[in-house]
């Protein structure tokens, strides 16, 4: 059974920085992309950014572009979201996802991690 656990969400101000975690396990994950959706209250969740398999090959949503990084470590089976400059419209719940393709989530989603960004 896949599960995966996001960690690093919380309360930070406009222009700060937040690094998010999902640990992956349960299956091997050779080339299986991860990615990262948010969902902001009253709105549909939105692609956020995706990583390949190995690491080699990343893309982030518009929104976040310059702002966002993200990397994997295939070692651990984890996959990161590095969140800088911040800004209250990032506030959202951040899920993490596995088998996923740009824009499309694929079956497995972590629980959630909270992301609040006051101005």
């Known amino acids: 059974q896949v599960q995966l656990v996001e960690s690093g969400g919380g309360l930070v101000q406009a222009g700060g920085s937040l690094r998010l975690s999902c640990a992956a396990s349960?299956?091997?994950?050779?080339?299986?992309?991860m990615g990262w959706f948010r969902q902001a209250p009253g709105k549909e969740r939105e692609f956020v950014a995706i990583?390949?398999?190995?690491?080699?090959?990343?893309y982030l949503a518009d929104s976040v572009k310059g702002r966002f990084t993200i990397s994997r470590d295939s070692a651990k089976n984890t996959v990161y979201l590095q969140m800088n400059s911040l800004k209250p419209e990032d506030t959202a719940v951040y899920y993490c996802n596995l088998d996923c393709t740009i824009n499309t989530p694929g079956p497995y989603w972590g629980q959630g991690t909270q992301v609040t960004v006051s101005s």
């Open positions: 349960g299956r091997t994950f050779i080339r299986s992309a």
């Open positions: 990583i390949n398999w190995s690491g080699g090959t990343a």
